[in-house]
């Protein structure tokens, strides 16, 4: 059963990275709206419960979703976290009319690195793949994910706090500290 999760803040590219891998393996999409119920408080618990039996009834599957789980009793291949630079993310946020302490918690979580770092401890390291989608075209990193799926080692380490220039992480900070003092 080919099992793959996809997962990163909003506005990373999840869904339309999900649904190429989907046709590529010949599996079907699932998001996190379909498993949850579209409940607004979404228990991890039942998640993993619900999505268990998509998966088994569907023989897998490309599972796109901001919360971190562990589908029960089915291995997952690879868990693939979307990384966005954070001012960008701001961006597409407010593009999506996200409130503002919205778009600050989501970018926070971001430049924390906090989904990748949940994957890591649910699917171990060597499961969990990150990609960075800033500049990156759609297809090249359908491309990356889809041979990182298939066998191929791919490691990319992101770590906003020394990746972004000096000046655009204190922008950064400075636009977290100005909602933060909201």
């Given at each position: 059963?080919?099992?793959?999760?996809?997962?990163?803040?909003?506005?990373?590219?999840?869904?339309?990275?999900?649904?190429?891998?989907?046709?590529?393996?010949?599996?079907?999409?699932?998001?996190?709206?379909?498993?949850?119920?579209?409940?607004?408080e979404?228990?991890p618990?039942?998640?993993?419960?619900?999505?268990?039996?998509?998966?088994?009834?569907?023989?897998?599957?490309?599972?796109?979703?901001?919360?971190?789980?562990?589908?029960?009793?089915?291995?997952?291949m690879?868990?693939?976290?979307?990384?966005?630079?954070?001012?960008?993310?701001?961006?597409?946020?407010?593009?999506?009319?996200?409130?503002?302490?919205?778009?600050?918690?989501?970018?926070?979580?971001?430049?924390?690195?906090?989904?990748?770092?949940?994957?890591?401890?649910?699917?171990?390291?060597?499961?969990?793949?990150?990609?960075?989608?800033?500049?990156?075209?759609?297809?090249?990193?359908?491309?990356?994910?889809?041979?990182?799926?298939?066998?191929?080692?791919?490691?990319?380490?992101?770590?906003?706090?020394?990746d972004?220039?000096?000046?655009?992480?204190?922008k950064?900070?400075?636009?977290?500290?100005?909602v933060?003092?909201?």
């Amino acid at each position: 059963m080919k099992v793959v999760m996809v997962l990163g803040t909003p506005g990373v590219g999840k869904s339309a990275v999900c649904s190429e891998l989907a046709q590529r393996l010949q599996v079907p999409h699932l998001e996190l709206t379909e498993l949850s119920g579209n409940v607004t408080e979404v228990d991890p618990r039942a998640l993993s419960a619900r999505s268990s039996s998509i998966l088994k009834r569907h023989g897998g599957g490309v599972i796109s979703s901001h919360i971190v789980f562990k589908p029960r009793a089915v291995r997952v291949m690879k868990a693939i976290v979307l990384r966005r630079d954070p001012l960008e993310l701001i961006e597409v946020l407010r593009s999506r009319g996200y409130d503002e302490p919205k778009v600050a918690e989501n970018v926070e979580a971001e430049f924390i690195g906090l989904i990748y770092w949940e994957a890591v401890r649910k699917f171990g390291r060597r499961f969990v793949l990150q990609l960075d989608v800033t500049n990156r075209e759609l297809v090249e990193v359908i491309e990356l994910a889809h041979r990182a799926i298939t066998g191929e080692r791919i490691r990319e380490e992101v770590d906003w706090m020394s990746d972004l220039p000096d000046d655009r992480l204190e922008k950064l900070l400075r636009y977290l500290s100005s909602v933060t003092l909201l």
